[in-house]
């Protein structure tokens, strides 16, 4: 059974730094790409960041220089740095994997991020 646990979410002000973290089990961890997305209220779930098995990453414009991905293997999680909050980064914060060589793909339960002004 495929599980992706997202912690480190809360209430942080402008200006300030949360670090988020998605624990995955029942996957090979270390082959395969994992996501960040968020969801603002009313909005569309975006893509905000993604890290390759091999450690490549790629950011949305809008927290390019602010946010940064990682992964530690060993511990089969994944990590969002988010450093100068705005507000507009309110949103809940997703991890998402899709499972190289199939068509499945698999969600967390989202952590809520609120950045106050």
């Known amino acids: 059974q495929v599980q992706l646990v997202e912690s480190g979410g809360g209430l942080v002000q402008a200006g300030g730094s949360l670090r988020l973290s998605c624990a995955a089990s029942g996957i090979t961890f270390s082959i395969n790409a994992i996501d960040w997305y968020r969801q603002a209220p009313g909005k569309q779930r975006e893509l905000v960041a993604t890290?390759?098995?091999?450690?490549?990453?790629n950011y949305a414009h809008s927290v390019k220089g602010r946010f940064i991905i990682s992964r530690d293997n060993a511990k089969n999680t994944v990590y969002l740095q988010m450093n100068s909050l705005k507000p507009e980064d309110t949103a809940v914060y997703y991890c998402h994997v899709g499972i190289i060589g199939t068509i499945r793909d698999y969600w967390g339960q989202g952590t809520q991020v609120t950045v106050s002004s």
């Open positions: 890290i390759s098995r091999g450690g490549s990453t």
